[in-house]
């Protein structure tokens, strides 16, 4: 089975600054990792994800994460945000095995909050 | 409209009664999941189909909760006699193709049981 924890419940931060949001994963198979985010009263929309090749993967809207497979982490970083970044992001997992459905596995989601 | 669509947006229900959740997939689309996402919360899986074979039901919390996908396309999620901890927003997500890692969300429906 996986899980996927996101270390911070809020995270606010000026307009301009640079940001990461955190995301580990346990899992005992492979798994493909996901960020997405969801703006008030709408559904989620792909940021980016990792199914293989380079660990660092670049997103929409100038997002990017990487995939550290020792320390079992896909953090999100943007280097400067904009007041239209503020949103709900969730960091999901899907296990890559054969037959697998591509169900995904969702963190509790971190709120990111950019200040004027 | 090219999205995934979900009627109604909101429901309000009393505690007992039945209520049904309609998503319409992305034209063509093969796979479509139901997803719960209780406040403050990350949403969690309740059932997946492959046109209109429902293959994977783990996720469904109890007999009270059901998915039907008939003709490969429009899915209904029904449950009966919601309970106050059936509150919460359904999503809805399709992608083109089985083992398609993109899946296309719908805006949810938002479930109050009163």
């Known amino acids: 089975a996986q899980s996927v924890t996101q270390l911070d419940s809020q995270v606010p931060v000026f307009e301009e600054a640079p940001v990461e949001l955190r995301c580990n994963y346990s899992?005992?198979?492979?798994?493909?990792l996901f960020w997405y985010v969801q703006y008030p009263n709408q559904g989620l929309q792909l940021l980016l994800k990792?199914?293989?090749?380079?660990?660092l993967v670049k997103g929409i809207n100038g997002f990017e994460a990487e995939f550290n497979k020792s320390q079992t982490s896909f953090h999100l970083r943007k280097p400067s945000v904009h007041i239209s970044d503020t949103a709900e992001y969730f960091c999901?997992?899907?296990?890559?095995?054969?037959?697998?459905?591509?169900?995904?596995?969702f963190g509790q989601g971190t709120t990111l909050q950019v200040k004027p | 409209g090219a999205g995934v669509s979900q009627s109604p947006r909101y429901k309000v229900a009393k505690r007992g009664q039945d209520v049904a959740l309609r998503c319409d997939p992305i034209?063509?689309?093969?796979?479509l999941f139901w997803y719960q996402q209780a406040l403050g919360q990350g949403p969690e899986f309740l059932t997946y189909?492959?046109?209109?074979?429902?293959?994977?039901k783990s996720g469904l919390p109890s007999d009270r909760f059901f998915a039907e996908r008939p003709e490969g396309s429009v899915s209904t999620l029904k449950i009966q006699r919601t309970q106050q901890e059936d509150s919460a927003v359904y999503l809805c997500?399709?992608?083109?193709?089985?083992?398609?890692?993109?899946?296309?969300f719908g805006p949810g429906t938002r479930l109050t049981v009163t």
């Open positions: 997500a399709s992608t083109a193709a089985k083992g398609a890692y993109e899946q296309y």
């Open positions: 899992s005992s198979v492979s798994v493909y």
């Open positions: 990792y199914l293989s090749g380079s660990t």
């Open positions: 999901a997992v899907s296990d890559n095995l054969s037959g697998n459905t591509g169900k995904l596995i």
């Open positions: 034209s063509g689309h093969v796979s």
């Open positions: 189909f492959q046109n209109e074979a429902q293959l994977d």
